[in-house]
């Protein structure tokens, strides 16, 4: 498991979002076995506490700022790892497309 700071600075939560999207926008691609995915991705939304349950005000202000950001690492966490053990991950894909769906691509 990779170790994560609680309270990341601005530049490093935005470039933790940013690999992470990727992430899930290279498996629901089908560039990325689901397998690899999980693997890599990791529990990110947890172990960074984007749910705000370790960040003092300034922390919970910073996530409410990106909240638009981390909404689809919540869903991963709450919907696409928990079925991550389960030997079909095609449910899984398919949630993760539609999760997909709302991270911006970087077309800037």
Not at 29 to 43: K, V
Not at 62 to 89: F, G, K, T, Y
């Amino acid at each position: 498991m990779h170790s994560y700071p609680s309270y990341p600075s601005e530049s490093q939560l935005l470039a933790a979002l940013e690999r992470h999207d990727q992430l899930v926008l290279q498996c629901a691609d089908g560039e990325l076995f689901f397998e690899a995915f999980c693997q890599a991705y990791d529990n990110f939304y947890w172990a960074y506490a984007l749910d705000g349950h370790e960040a003092d005000a300034e922390g919970n202000a910073m996530l409410v700022r990106h909240q638009e950001r981390i909404a689809p690492h919540q869903q991963v966490a709450e919907s696409i790892l928990s079925l991550s053990n389960q030997p079909n991950s095609k449910e899984a894909v398919s949630l993760l497309k539609q999760i997909a769906l709302g991270i911006h691509r970087g077309e800037v």
